[in-house]
């Protein structure tokens, strides 16, 4: 006898907002579990594929779709503890960046006040940095601090964006004040879609502090890149309470082994 509580895929694509192929693409890709298979073959689905097919919209406007298909795959073999963990993650991950970007905008504003009071970036942050030590950074600190690799802080060198002392007699880098600026001014740009050619001319203007000019690119930039932060943050939320919906038909957390 078949199951009247089953879903038919017309029926999971109207409540979901899908098209009918793409719930069998999202399906296939392992975005939503297999369907069971009636007797004659049909798919037959069930409420939770609807709640996972919502969530992973409101995944996909956070992280986008890629990192969302490969996030709600793995779901589905993790346990509640496992998977609320892998979600925190990403609200985790969304807080980061919006903080980076407020540390951006300290440091242009950094840039601003040295350019009403006439003074050089380099001279003020190397004061600064001789003063206090917490002032300056390692490259592998300020890649953990930015959240990129190493590498990245060693390209945006060789392109001209930062410039970090070389210190010691293996000349390891040291980023003070000013370099730590630019590179979290950098690192915005970037997260914003801007390539290199046009990061450079920017980070270019800000050190030429003409008029004010450099501050004034980027500032409606990084409010740009906190509002689109905030629009994922929402996504996010929106997606949360069929997130708990997917979570609670899955294994629930292994108890510890007794001592």
Known sequence: MAD????RTVDVARESGYSVQQVRDLERLGVIPAAVRSSNCYRAYAPVHVQAL????????????VAARQLMADLW?????EAAAAINAVH?????ERDEVLRAQQALWAIESEAAHHGAVEA??????AAEGADT???TELAAALGVRTSTLRFWEREG???PERVTSLRARRYDASSIGAARIVAALRGSGYGIPAVRDIIDSLHSLQDGCGPERVRPILVERLDRIAARSVELLRAGADLADVLDSLTPARAPAPA
Do not use: K
Not at 54 to 64: K, N, Q, S
Not at 92 to 96: E, H, Q
């Open 124 to 129: 003020e942050a190397a004061h600064h940095g």
């Open 54 to 65: 919502r969530a992973y919209r409101g995944l996909a406007g956070a992280v986008g779709p």
């Open 92 to 96: 985790v991950g969304l807080a980061r």
């Open 4 to 7: 009247e509580s089953a879903l």
């Open 161 to 163: 964006l930062v410039a």
């Open 77 to 81: 073999t993790r346990t509640v503890t």
């Open 137 to 139: 950074m390692t490259i």
